[in-house]
């Protein structure tokens, strides 16, 4: 049964940071790239970052460039999102994906996490 837990949101005051974790089990982590998103109230869910399998390749939305890193620990299965600078629009919930490749048994599948609530504010 493939899982991904996000864990670290919470609440924080508008400049401030939050680190984002996503362990995932269930798959074989290594051969998947991974990605988050995030859902606002009344808005559609929107891409924030991905990163490949490898780690060698990521891709930000323009509207967290220079504020966001992702990254991955294949050894524990996690992948990262740090957010600093954070802004009242970054609050939304934020969910952890996973999109198998070739030569997984999940190939073509994606997965999503429950996702973990951002909030900024003062």
């Known amino acids: 049964q493939v899982e991904l837990v996000e864990s670290g949101g919470g609440l924080a005051q508008p400049g401030g940071s939050l680190r984002l974790s996503c362990v995932a089990s269930?798959?074989?982590?290594?051969?998947?790239?991974m990605g988050w998103y995030r859902q606002a109230p009344g808005k559609q869910r929107e891409l924030v970052a991905t990163?490949?399998?490898?780690?060698?390749?990521?891709n930000y939305a323009d509207s967290m460039k220079g504020r966001v890193t992702i990254s991955r620990d294949n050894a524990k299965n996690t992948v990262y999102l740090q957010m600093n600078n954070l802004k009242p629009e970054d609050t939304a919930v934020y969910y952890c994906?996973?999109?198998?490749?070739?030569?997984?048994?999940?190939?073509?599948?994606?997965?999503w996490g429950r996702g973990t609530l951002v909030t900024v504010s003062s």
């Open positions: 269930g798959i074989v982590f290594s051969i998947n790239d």
């Open positions: 990163i490949s399998a490898g780690g060698g390749i990521v």
């Open positions: 994906h996973a999109r198998p490749l070739s030569p997984s048994r999940n190939y073509g599948m994606e997965f």
